[in-house]
């Protein structure tokens, strides 16, 4: 059924991959651009990582090197698409900005645990980045990742931007919250609440980089039609909107994953596929022309699995 959503897949020659010093140098460049070192090892800042018990964590109680590096290979891939001219790019850096949000959150401690944030947020990473290597070295991704891939390159930035966004969150976050909550987790209301507590917060830092992505879309694309202009404001409200729309679907199909994974390797197999399908068709949706946010509004963000999906076991 979606091989017929492969919508412009790009039929390019495997391009070599940034190697590890690659990855370091460009860290390195980013920390001179700023002026300053992504992370201050010395900072400790206090928090509620442990069931609501104030103890010292912050910047000190996870590896912060992780992370780093995480921004690194964002960093040196982002150099490589702009040096291609690929649009590609677009998402890339929007996301790699939004990374260095949220590692800026975990340093400052605003997480109640930033531990599992860390290791949520670099599995998460993972699997885009795995995805757009892939296609950079001339194999298939998933479906959802290659019809965003595959889009055509004139579509506007704004649009590559939100048809990477919805293949990463439709898609991927499912996967990533079921790398690191176990099963046995998923069954702890406490744990769990704590879990979509600072989910929340993550999604607190991306709304609050909404305006400022939204001036970066507009300094490489244009102003846009007075129409796009009239709409900026409503745009940056619905893009907040979607963002809680998308988590509460999000965690709805992490924990039929959850459901399936007790089944079995086939049983995960099976709701996986579904999951990639639905995110599938939505990515492609995205493709139509018009108002693109204002759509979504009306249509919403995110998928949803079967409620017969992964049926506890």
Request: glycine content about 8%; proline content about 6%.
């Amino acid at each position: 059924m979606l091989h017929s959503l492969s919508i412009g897949r790009r039929a390019a020659e495997p391009r070599r991959l940034p190697s590890q010093a690659a990855y370091a140098w460009a860290l390195a460049r980013l920390t001179y651009t700023t002026g300053k070192p992504l992370f201050d090892h010395r900072r400790a800042t206090a928090s509620r990582c442990d069931y609501g018990v104030p103890v010292v964590c912050g910047a000190v109680s996870h590896n912060v090197r992780v992370i780093e590096e995480l921004i690194g290979r964002m960093a040196a891939l982002l150099e490589s698409l702009r040096a291609a001219g690929d649009p590609r790019q677009y998402f890339h850096a929007t996301y790699q900005r939004t990374t260095i949000a949220v590692a800026e959150e975990l340093e400052r401690g605003g997480f109640a645990d930033p531990e599992w944030v860390e290791r949520w947020d670099v599995a998460f990473a993972g699997l885009y980045l795995d995805a757009l290597e892939a296609a950079l070295a001339g194999r298939e991704p998933a479906r959802p990742w290659a019809i965003a891939f595959g889009a055509p390159a004139g579509l506007p930035a704004l649009r590559h931007v939100l048809l990477g966004m919805n293949a990463h969150i439709n898609y991927d976050l499912p996967q990533a919250l079921v790398a690191v909550i176990t099963d046995g987790q998923f069954d702890d209301p406490v744990l769990l609440e704590r879990r979509e507590a600072d989910h929340r917060a993550i999604d607190t830092v991306l709304a609050s980089r909404v305006a400022a992505e939204d001036d970066e879309l507009t300094a490489i694309s244009g102003p846009g039609s007075l129409l796009d202009r009239l709409l900026r404001p409503f745009n940056r409200l619905g893009t907040q909107r979607f963002l809680r729309e998308a988590r509460e679907k999000v965690w709805a199909n992490a924990i039929a994953l959850s459901r399936a994974r007790r089944q079995g390797p086939d049983a995960y197999r099976n709701v996986l596929a579904q999951l990639e399908e639905l995110s599938a068709v939505k990515v492609a949706a995205l493709m139509a022309p018009g108002p693109v946010l204002l759509k979504l509004a009306a249509t919403g963000f995110g998928v949803r699995l079967p409620e017969s999906s992964g049926p506890a076991g």
